[in-house]
Structures are given as C-alpha cells and as structure tokens.
C-alpha cells in the first residue's frame, strides 16, 4: 500500500497522544494515598521498635537520602 505524505502525517498525529511521558509512568492517585498511609505506618512502628518519636525517626530517613545522593 502506498500512503501520500498528507496521509503520513495524518496517521502519526493521530498515533501522537496528548498525554506526557511523565503521566504514563506515574502513580495513580489512590496508590500514591496508599503508599503514604503505608510510610506513616512504617515509621510509626520503627519509631516504636527504636523508642523513638516519629519526627526523630523522619530526621533520620532524611539525613540518610542525603547521604545517598552524595
């Protein structure tokens, strides 16, 4: 089958969705909900293993993602 130009550009804008890249790879809504309720949760029980508080323990995870990214 031979396509025109015209028809060409036709089909790959049609095939080009308005959608970003980014959006495709995020999360949906309530499995970002579900995964900040399940962080809290977590904490909470480090902090109670470690007889810490919970902004202690925060502190804590932050200071190590920075020692990470170094």
């Known amino acids: ?7 060409e550009t036709e ?8 959608i970003c890249e980014k959006s495709l790879s995020d999360l949906p809504p ?12 977590i904490d ?3 902090s109670k293993i470690k007889g810490r ?3 202690e323990n925060k502190n804590e995870k932050e200071r190590l993602d920075l020692e990470n990214i170094e």
């Open 1 to 7: 089958m031979i396509i025109t130009k015209e028809q």
């Open 11 to 18: 089909f790959e804008k049609e095939n080009n969705s308005h």
């Open 30 to 41: 309530i499995l970002v909900k579900r995964n900040r309720i399940f962080n809290e949760i």
């Open 44 to 46: 909470y029980w480090q």
């Open 53 to 55: 508080s919970i902004v």
